[in-house]
C-alpha cells in the first residue's frame, strides 16, 4: 500500500511538528509514507471565504492520484476535499474535474480515521503520563463523522489522564476568516472554550486540527493560561512522555 | 421589487452590518446572559426528545423529500391549494411582493368597516411589515402571541423566530407591562404566573371586542385547502375562531401536498421549536364553515422574493425551513449576538442565507459571513437544511457581487503562491515574520492579535526537515 502525507499548508508553513509526529507515528507502525512536494493546499481557506480555486482542486487530485491512501492531520481540511472539492470543481463547470476530484477525496483519510479504518489498530503504544482534554473539533465530529476514534486512540495511550472537556461539541470561534471578519463574537465564543479548558486543570489540550489548536492556543498563550496545545499526532507520536519532534 | 422589511436598515434599527451589530451585542452582558440562558434551556428540551424518538433521522428525510417534491412542483401545488379553498369558500389572493401584500389586507380590513385588528404571531406578516403599514392606513394591529406583544409595547423588534423576547428577562418584562400596558396592575411583580395573567387579562378583552383577524399559517394543504396554525398559548386559536373575518398570509414554500404529510411535521416541528413532543394548539381550518368560526376567510398567498431563491440551485433548500429555530438554539454566534445583530425578520444560520436569497446577495452581503462554520445547524435542521455549503455558495456569489480590492488581491495571491511547488517554497520563507506580528499585527489581522497571540514561526518548515532528513 503507497500511502501519501497531505501536511496541510498550515502544518508546512507554521506547525511541522504535527507533521513530523504523523510520520514518526506511522512509521513506528510499520506504514511507511511518501510527502509528494508538489502538494501545497487544499483550498478551504479560500472556499470558505467565498473564492472558489478549481486549481488547488485539481493541484490535490492531481498530486495524490497515484497513492492507494492519503492520511492528513486535520479533519477540517480532510473534510473540505472530502466534502468541498467536487463542489467547488461543479460550481466552476468542470464536471470531469468533480469525477476526478471525488475519486481521489475517496481515499483521503483523517489521521484518527486511517489509523483505525485502515491500519486497523487503536493502540499504538503510545506513553505520555500528562493530564490532557480532547476538544473534538466542528469539522471532524460534523463533516467527517470520526466519532469516538480519537478517544479510542487516547484511552489506550499509557500514562495518560484524560479528562472530558466540558461543553465540548461547542465551536472555539476560529472558523477560518471568520475570526477576522468577525472578531468580537469569536473572541467572545474562544472566551468560553478557554473557560472549559481551564476548567478541566488539563496541561495539554489536544486535538486533531491545528487551526483550531491555533485559535484557543493563541487565546490561552495571551491570558498566560499555562496550557499548551498538542495535535493528537504529537501524543500518540510519543514513546518517552514527552512531545519533542 | 418591494421586498418590505426583510431587511430593516431604517427607522434607527440596525441595518445589515453583521459585524459592527454584533460588536455591540457581545459587550451586551444583559442581553448575553438572557440568550444564552434562554437557547440554553430550549436547546436541552429539544435534545432529550430527539434522542427518545427512534426514527429521527427517517423524520428529517421524509420533511425534506417532501418540501422537495413541493417545491419542485410548486405551481400544481399553489394552483391544487387555490381550487380546494375556494371551492370550499376561501377568497385566494396573490401577491408578488411586500407592497402588494400589504395593500391586499389593508384594503380588506378597510373593506369590513373596522379599525382595528387581532394578530397571530406570523413570520410572513413580519416580513412584509403589516403592522406599520396597517397602522399607516389608520388601523391598529394587535399583536396577540404574549411575546409578540412584548415587543409591540416596547416598540421593540423581534429577535427569535419562535420566542422573539428571548433577549428580554422576566424582570425587563414587568418594567414594559407596567411602563406601557394601561390596564397592568399597580403591584405588578416578575413573578412568570402574574406577568401571564396580566398580558392574560389584557388580551381577552381584545379578542372579545375585535371582529378581525390576521394570521399567518405554518403549513397550507394542497390536498384540502386547508391551512395549519401550530402554537403554545391558546391566544392564536382566539384570533382564528372568535372574530367574523379571518385573513392569512401564507408563503408559497408553506404547502405540503396532503393533510397526511402533517404526520411528519407536526413530530418534527414541536421537537424542534419549542422541545415539546407536540404543540399545545394546533388549529385547522378549511375555507368558511357555517355558523362556526369566522365567516369571511381570505388567504393571501406571497411570494416576496421566493422565486428568487427557488431560482438558485444551491439555495433553494433553504425554502423548506419550517420556521422552528432549532438552528438558532444551537447557533454559537447567535447564541452570543441574539436575533437583532442580523438586522432582517429571519435572525440565525437559517436568516443568514434566507435573507440573502430573498433580497439578492448584493442588499446583504454581509449575512453569509455570520458564521463560523461549525455545522451545528445543519445537524439539528428538521428538514436537512446543508445551511453551510448555502452559506459557503452566498458567500462566492457575495465577492463576485461586490469586489474588495484588497481581500480580492490577497487572496489572489495567496492561490498564487499555491499553484506550484518552487512558489510555495518560496513563500514559506516568510513565516518568520509572524515573529513581529505576535502581539499585534495590522489590520485585517489586528482583529485576532487584539485577544489572541499568533504562534511562534517554526525553525523550519515541514517539507525543510522533509527533504534533508
Known amino acids: ?24 507515528l506511522l512509521e513506528r507502525l510499520g506504514q511507511p509514507v511518501e510527502f509528494p512536494l508538489e502538494q501545497t493546499c487544499c483550498g478551504q481557506m479560500h472556499a470558505n471565504s467565498g473564492y472558489f480555486e478549481p486549481g488547488l482542486v485539481r493541484r490535490y487530485a492531481d498530486v495524490f492520484a497515484e497513492y492507494d491512501a492519503i492520511v492528513v492531520p486535520s479533519g477540517s481540511c480532510a473534510g473540505a476535499i472530502r466534502h ?84 465540548n461539541t461547542e465551536c472555539c470561534g476560529f472558523g477560518g476568516t471568520f475570526s477576522i471578519k468577525n472578531p468580537d463574537v469569536s473572541a467572545a465564543m474562544l472566551a468560553d472554550k478557554m473557560e472549559s479548558v481551564i476548567e478541566t486543570g488539563a496541561e495539554v489540550l489536544c486535538a486533531g486540527d491545528r487551526s483550531c489548536l491555533m485559535h484557543i492556543g493563541g487565546g490561552l498563550d495571551r491570558i498566560r493560561a499555562g496550557v499548551r496545545t498538542l495535535h493528537l499526532a504529537e501524543i500518540l507520536a510519543s514513546t518517552d512522555g514527552t512531545a519533542a519532534a | 421589487m418591494s421586498t418590505g422589511e426583510v431587511i430593516w436598515g431604517k427607522e434607527g434599527w440596525p441595518g445589515p452590518e453583521f459585524s459592527e451589530n454584533a460588536k455591540r451585542a457581545v459587550e451586551d452582558s444583559q442581553l448575553r446572559r438572557n440568550v444564552r440562558k434562554a437557547t440554553g434551556t430550549i436547546r436541552e428540551r429539544r435534545a432529550g426528545l430527539v434522542a ?55 384594503s380588506l380590513v378597510q373593506a369590513t368597516g373596522h379599525k382595528e385588528v387581532i394578530k397571530v404571531k406570523s413570520m410572513a406578516t413580519q416580513e412584509i411589515g403589516l403592522v406599520k403599514a396597517l397602522e399607516s392606513q389608520g388601523i391598529v394591529a394587535h399583536e396577540t402571541d404574549l411575546a409578540e406583544m412584548i415587543i409591540q409595547l416596547s416598540n421593540d423588534r423581534p429577535s427569535h423566530i419562535v420566542v422573539p423576547a428571548l433577549h428580554r428577562n422576566r424582570a425587563e418584562i414587568r418594567q414594559i407591562f407596567r411602563e406601557h400596558m394601561p390596564d397592568a396592575p399597580k403591584d405588578l411583580t416578575d413573578d412568570p404566573l402574574a406577568l401571564a395573567e396580566a398580558a392574560r387579562l389584557h388580551l381577552r378583552r381584545l379578542f372579545l371586542k375585535t371582529p378581525v383577524a390576521v394570521s399567518g399559517a405554518n403549513f397550507a394543504i394542497a390536498e384540502t385547502g386547508g391551512l395549519l396554525v401550530a402554537e403554545s398559548e391558546g391566544n392564536g386559536r382566539m384570533c382564528l375562531t372568535l372574530p367574523e373575518t379571518l385573513i392569512t398570509v401564507v408563503g408559497i414554500e408553506k404547502l405540503i401536498p396532503t393533510f397526511r404529510d402533517l404526520e411528519v411535521f407536526l413530530q418534527l416541528l414541536p421537537r424542534s421549536s419549542t422541545g415539546e413532543r407536540m404543540n399545545p394548539y394546533n388549529s385547522v381550518w378549511t375555507g368558511v364553515t357555517e355558523n362556526d368560526g369566522p365567516q369571511q376567510a381570505h388567504i393571501v398567498i406571497l411570494d416576496n422574493g421566493r422565486t428568487n431563491a427557488l431560482k438558485d440551485q444551491i439555495g433553494r433548500q433553504a425554502l423548506r425551513c419550517i420556521r422552528c429555530a432549532a438552528c438558532l438554539n444551537v447557533c454559537p454566534v447567535y447564541e452570543r ?17 434566507l435573507t440573502p436569497l430573498l433580497v439578492g446577495v448584493e442588499n446583504a452581503p454581509q449575512l453569509p459571513f455570520a458564521s463560523s462554520l461549525c455545522g451545528a445547524c445543519y445537524e439539528v435542521c428538521p428538514v436537512e437544511i446543508d445551511i453551510p455549503t448555502v452559506l459557503v455558495k452566498l458567500r462566492h456569489d457575495a465577492v463576485k457581487a461586490e469586489r474588495h480590492k484588497a481581500q480580492d488581491a490577497t487572496f489572489a495571491a495567496a492561490a498564487s503562491a499555491m499553484s506550484g511547488r518552487r512558489r510555495w517554497t518560496a513563500a514559506l520563507k516568510l513565516a518568520p515574520l509572524l515573529r513581529f506580528l505576535k502581539h499585534g499585527a495590522p489590520p485585517p489581522l489586528s482583529g485576532w492579535t487584539r485577544t489572541r497571540d499568533l504562534p511562534d514561526p517554526p525553525k523550519q518548515s515541514f517539507r525543510e526537515w522533509w527533504t534533508k532528513r
Open chain 1, 84 to 167: 468541498q472539492h467536487e463542489f467547488v470543481a461543479n460550481a466552476s463547470g468542470d464536471k470531469q474535474l468533480a469525477r476526478h476530484a471525488q475519486a481521489v477525496a475517496a481515499k483521503t483519510y483523517e489521521l484518527s480515521e486511517f489509523l483505525i479504518d485502515v491500519l486497523d489498530t487503536d493502540d499504538v503504544g503510545a506513553y505520555f503520563p500528562h493530564r490532557v482534554t480532547y476538544h473534538p473539533t466542528c469539522h471532524s465530529m460534523r463533516i467527517l463523522g470520526v466519532g469516538d476514534r480519537p478517544l479510542r486512540l487516547l484511552n489506550n495511550v499509557r500514562g495518560i489522564d484524560l479528562v472530558t472537556l466540558p461543553r
Open chain 2, 52 to 106: 427518545e424518538t427512534p426514527d429521527w433521522q427517517e423524520l428529517r428525510h421524509a420533511g425534506a423529500a417532501i418540501k422537495d417534491d413541493v417545491l419542485h412542483h410548486l405551481d400544481d401545488y399553489l394552483e391544487q391549494f387555490e381550487r380546494n379553498a375556494t371551492a370550499r369558500g376561501a377568497h385566494v389572493h396573490w401577491a408578488r411582493d411586500a407592497r402588494e401584500a400589504t395593500q391586499i389586507v389593508t
Open chain 2, 337 to 353: 449576538t441574539g436575533g437583532h445583530a442580523y438586522g432582517a425578520t429571519y435572525p440565525g444560520p437559517i436568516g443568514a442565507i
Open chain 1, 1 to 24: 500500500m503507497r500511502v501519501a502525507l497531505f501536511s496541510t499548508c498550515l502544518v508546512d508553513a507554521l506547525f511541522p511538528d504535527a507533521g513530523k509526529a504523523t510520520v514518526r
